[in-house]
């Protein structure tokens, strides 16, 4: 099974900062990367799918980038609303999986 | 707008079987691959089963092969995930996901709200 691993696990930031979440493939998965934001007692929600492109209706602050094994999540300028865990999820293969999540907290 | 609906979810005791139910609207079922994921504190996000929209196939995680059957009904509306031989470590929310057209190379989008489901004595 492809292994998804983010980097870092919990990632402290202020307000108008610029934060970069990591994400590592253990095999490559060419484009078929999603990241998802998900916030306490809600469901993940899709920010990018293909792994560059913008889900309809989240901000242009938001930037997915890579391929193959090295992807990144990139949100500028960090707004209240950011701060949440990120998820990066493979769907190359059937296995789907999951990165372990990236917490965004409020320094 | 697309909804899913997840119920179902409740106690159970280990060794005994459960059946999750999604009702979906707002799109065209029958075109769309449908997925089960669940997540807990200790397994974080992880993907269950999949169903295909006309074969229809299904694919699950090794986890759960054998023990869990995804399926659906076209003229209804619904998913289902049919649950046997239950073990504590499949306590967990589970969210009725929808896919693409195919079950690979698409993502998921929307998530239900989740059903809860919880194994013990």
């Known amino acids: 099974d492809i292994q998804m691993t983010q980097s870092p696990s919990t990632l402290s930031a202020s307000v108008g900062d610029r934060v970069t979440i990591t994400c590592r493939a253990s095999e490559s998965i060419n484009i078929w990367l999603a990241w998802y934001q998900q916030k306490p007692g809600k469901a993940p929600k899709l920010l990018i799918y293909?792994?560059?492109n913008l889900e309809g209706g989240v901000p242009s602050r938001f930037r997915g980038v890579g391929s193959g094994t090295e992807f990144t999540l990139t949100i500028s300028g960090l707004q209240p609303d950011d701060f949440a865990t990120y998820y990066c999820?493979?769907?190359?293969?059937?296995?789907?999986?999951f990165g372990q999540g990236t917490k965004l907290e409020l320094k | 707008e697309v909804q899913l609906v997840e119920s179902g979810g409740g106690l159970v005791q280990p060794g005994k079987s459960l059946r999750l139910s999604c009702s979906a609207s707002?799109?065209?079922?029958?075109?769309?691959?449908l997925h089960w994921v669940r997540q807990s504190p200790g397994r974080g996000l992880e993907w269950v089963a999949g169903i295909d929209a006309t074969s229809p196939t299904a694919v699950y995680a090794d986890s759960v092969k054998g023990r869990f059957t995804i399926s659906r009904d076209n003229a209804k509306n619904f998913l289902f995930l049919q649950m046997s031989d239950l073990r504590s470590e499949d306590t967990a929310l589970y969210y009725c996901?929808?896919?693409?057209?195919?079950?690979?190379?698409?993502?998921?989008?929307?998530w239900g709200q989740g059903t809860p489901v919880t194994v013990s004595s």
């Open positions: 707002g799109f065209n079922f029958e075109d769309f691959a």
């Open positions: 996901v929808k896919g693409g057209f195919q079950l690979l190379f698409h993502w998921f989008d929307p």
């Open positions: 293909r792994a560059s």
């Open positions: 999820q493979q769907y190359n293969s059937y296995s789907y999986s």
